[in-house]
C-alpha cells in the first residue's frame, strides 16, 4: 500500500506538471491536439476525446506530454493560425514551455505548506545520536575508548555529528587495513625505508632471504569528512591508491613487525605500500550528564565498523503559527533544493559516477519504506522534494526538456527568426533517443540495486 501512494504521488507529479503546460496553452488560445500521460512506448491503457482535446494514458506511466498541431505535419489546422504555437509571441512560447516547471516548483511548496499544517512540525535534518549498546568484540578498541550507553556521540574528528548517517560514513571511511593508500604517505614510508635499507633501489625485487628492516607502523591519517559528504550530497574521494594482492599479502606479513624475512618477490616499494595500509583513528568526543568529554582513539574494524548499536532523533521544528509554516516550509524546500544543485554539479562533473543515478523505481521503492517506516508526512515531503528535482531536470538548457524550448526561443529572439525547424526537428529527435536511453540507463541502476541483495550470501 505504501508503494501505491509513492506511485500516486510521483503520477500527480506528472499530472501537475504537464496541467502547468496545458493551463498555459489554453490561457493563450493554443490549439491543444493531445494530453498524455505516460509516455508514448508500448500500448495505451486508455484514451478519451474531450472537446477537441484528446486525453491519453499510456502503459509507461512515468512521463507526460502536451502535443499541438505544430508536432503534426498532417494537421489541418492552416499554418499562419492564431491558434498554432509556433505563430505566439515568444514571450508566450517562453511561459508555456516554463509553465510546468513554475507549476511543480508551487507543487512542491504546497505539499511541504500542508504537511507543516496538519503535523505541525517540520523535520530540521538533524540528529542526536545515542550509544544504546556497545556489541564489539572484547578485543576491539572501542572498550578503552571510555564509551558508555547512553553517551550522546556530538562529534568525530573535529566534524559535527549531527545528521543521519555521519556516524556510519565516519566508521565506513575509516575501515582499518582496507587496502587503499594515500601518495604522500607511501612516500613518507619509503623514505623511511631508504634509510634503513640504503643498498637497495625502489623498485629493485630484493633477493629471497634477505632480512629488510622495517620502520615504526604508525596509524594512516585521520579521515575529516566535510559538510556536504556528512549530509550525502557529495561523494568521499580522497584520491587513494589501491593495493594489490602481492602488497596486500605482504601487509599482512609485516604487521607489527620491525624485521622481515623478503621470498624475491617484492621491492622496497612493495614494501612502502604494504605497511602504509593501517588504522584510522577516530577521535571522539560525547555528551555525558551534560559535560563534554572526550573519549581515547579508536578505531574502526576491517569491515568498517565500530561495534555499536546506537539510537537517533530527529531535531524537529514546531510549527506555531501560520507565519512559521510559510517560512518553515521556505526554508526545507530552499535546503533540499540546494542539496539538489550540488549533486547535480557533482553529477556533471564527474565526481559521482553515472551508476549511482537512480530514477522513478528506486524512488517509488524507498519512498514505499519511508511511508511505512516514518509515516504519510514524511512521503508528503519526499514527493515535494521530487517535485524540485523534476523542474530542475526540466529547465535545464537540454533539447526535448522544456530548458531546451526555452534555448531555441532565446535563440530565436537574438537571431530575430526562429531556428530552422529541420534542424531543431533533428536536435530534438536525437536528445530524445539520447534521452530514452539514459531512462533505460538509470531503470536498469534501479533494478540492479534491488534485486542484487537476493543474489548477495
Not at 625505508?193 to 637497495?200: D, E, G, R, V, Y
Not at 593495493?243 to 596486500?248: E, F, P, V, Y
Not at 537517533?312 to 518553515?328: C, D, R, Y
Request: glycine fraction near 8%; aromatic fraction near 10%.
Amino acid at each position: 500500500m505504501s508503494v501505491i501512494i509513492m506511485i500516486l504521488l510521483i503520477g500527480l507529479l506528472i499530472l501537475v506538471h504537464e496541467l502547468g503546460h496545458l493551463g498555459a496553452a489554453l490561457l493563450f488560445k493554443v490549439k491543444v491536439d493531445k494530453f498524455g500521460i505516460g509516455l508514448p512506448i508500448g500500448p495505451t491503457l486508455w484514451e478519451k476525446k474531450v472537446g477537441d482535446i484528446d486525453l491519453v494514458i499510456h502503459a509507461f506511466l512515468f512521463g507526460g506530454y502536451v502535443s499541438f498541431p505544430d508536432d503534426d505535419k498532417e494537421s489541418d489546422l492552416p499554418q499562419n493560425s492564431p491558434a498554432r504555437l509556433m505563430n505566439k509571441p515568444v514571450w508566450q512560447r517562453a511561459i508555456i514551455f516554463s509553465a510546468g516547471v513554475i507549476a511543480n516548483v508551487i507543487c512542491a511548496y504546497i505539499l511541504v505548506l500542508l504537511t507543516a499544517g496538519f503535523w505541525h512540525k517540520m523535520p530540521s535534518g538533524y540528529f542526536e545520536t545515542y550509544v544504546s549498546d556497545i556489541v564489539a568484540p572484547k578485543e576491539a578498541s572501542v572498550w578503552e575508548s571510555g564509551m558508555q550507553k547512553g553517551d550522546q556521540i556530538i562529534e568525530i574528528n573535529g566534524s559535527k555529528i549531527n545528521r543521519k548517517y555521519s556516524l556510519n560514513l565516519y566508521a565506513m571511511y575509516s575501515a582499518s587495513y582496507d587496502g587503499k593508500v594515500k601518495d604522500t604517505d607511501v612516500e613518507q614510508n619509503f623514505e623511511k625505508l631508504k634509510k634503513l635499507n640504503p643498498a637497495f633501489k625502489r623498485e629493485e625485487i630484493i633477493p629471497s632471504g634477505i632480512i629488510v628492516k622495517l620502520p615504526s607502523h604508525g596509524d594512516e591519517g585521520k579521515v575529516v569528512l566535510n559538510e556536504n559528504i556528512l549530509n550525502v550530497v557529495e561523494l568521499y574521494n580522497p584520491k587513494e591508491i589501491k593495493l594489490n594482492d602481492k602488497q596486500i599479502k605482504l601487509r599482512d606479513a609485516s604487521k607489527d613487525k620491525y624485521f622481515i624475512e623478503t621470498d624475491g618477490t617484492y621491492s622496497l616499494d612493495d614494501l612502502a605500500y604494504a605497511i602504509t595500509d593501517g588504522k584510522k583513528p577516530l577521535d571522539m568526543k560525547v555528551l555525558r550528564d551534560g559535560k563534554t568529554i572526550t573519549l581515547k582513539t579508536f578505531y574502526s574494524n576491517n569491515e568498517g565498523l565500530i561495534g555499536i548499536n546506537y539510537a537517533q532523533k530527529e531535531q524537529l521544528i514546531p510549527i506555531t503559527s501560520i507565519k512559521s509554516a510559510i517560512v518553515e516550509s521556505y526554508n526545507y524546500l530552499y535546503n533540499e533544493t540546494k542539496s539538489m544543485l550540488i549533486v547535480l554539479k557533482q553529477l556533471f562533473t564527474g565526481k559521482i559516477p553515472l551508476k549511482n543515478m537512480h530514477g522513478v523505481v528506486l524512488i517509488t521503492k524507498m519512498g514505499g519504506d519511508i511511508i511505512s517506516s516514518e509515516g504519510i508526512f514524511y512521503g508528503i515531503l519526499l514527493t515535494a522534494v521530487i517535485s524540485m528535482n523534476l523542474a530542475i531536470l526540466n529547465i535545464l538548457p537540454i533539447p526535448a526538456l522544456d530548458g531546451g524550448h526555452l534555448l531555441f526561443l532565446l535563440i530565436e529572439k537574438i537571431q530575430g527568426k526562429p531556428v530552422d525547424e529541420e534542424i531543431s526537428n533533428k536536435i530534438m529527435t536525437v536528445f530524445f533517443s539520447l534521452l530514452i536511453l539514459l531512462l533505460v540507463f538509470v531503470l536498469f541502476n534501479d533494478i540492479y540495486v534491488l534485486v542484487k541483495p537476493l543474489f548477495v550470501k
